[in-house]
């Protein structure tokens, strides 16, 4: 294989330049959804999330809005990976030292 190649895999980290903001995220997702996608799965996914979200909420009046932020998105990329919820917080919760990462 050549050294010089590059190859991008999924589990390469995606920035936040490649992810469209606000608002044009907005124009950008009304362009591309005239429907919603998945309906079936709106319900389920909104449940599952919303301890996630008051936990996040909750960590942001200690910290920040920022660290909240990261603590719930690593936790529920943890358990997109296949972990069951009390690991990911247990795992997420030892990586900081004085409520920084």
């Known amino acids: ?24 995220s907005e124009i950008w997702a009304e362009q591309l959804t005239k429907q919603p996608l998945y ?9 599952i999330i919303a301890p996630f979200v008051n936990y996040g909420l909750e960590e942001a009046e200690n910290t920040s809005y920022a660290h ?12 997109g990976k296949g972990m069951d919820p009390q690991t990911a917080y247990l795992i997420v919760e030892s990586w900081e030292i004085n409520e920084k990462f």
């Open 39 to 47: 309906p079936y799965l709106k319900s389920q996914v909104l449940n």
């Open 68 to 79: 909240a932020l990261q603590e719930v998105a690593a936790m529920t990329y943890l358990i």
């Open 1 to 24: 294989m050549n050294p010089y190649h590059y190859h991008m895999s999924y589990h390469q980290p995606q920035y936040s330049s490649q992810f469209p903001q606000y608002p044009e």
